[in-house]
């Protein structure tokens, strides 16, 4: 796991940031903010299910199928 950043001044309504993630077949993810002081919304968007979670209100979680 890696955290990065980006600064307030760099946020708006439309910013998006790529988050790639490498994981095994079958194993459970789970992407939350739980324990962050984020303020701002974060949603993130599932492009291969073509869902959107609101990060700030619900946590992730997927199985991948395959290895990624």
Known sequence: MAIQSIGNDDLNIT????LGINAN????????LEGSNVTQD???EDIV???ITHLN???FS???DSNM
């Open 25 to 32: 077949l079958g194993q459970q993810l789970v992407i939350s």
């Open 62 to 64: 997927f199985i991948p």
């Open 57 to 59: 209100s619900e946590d």
């Open 42 to 44: 974060v949603y993130l």
């Open 49 to 51: 299910d073509n869902t």
């Open 15 to 18: 910013t998006n940031i790529p």
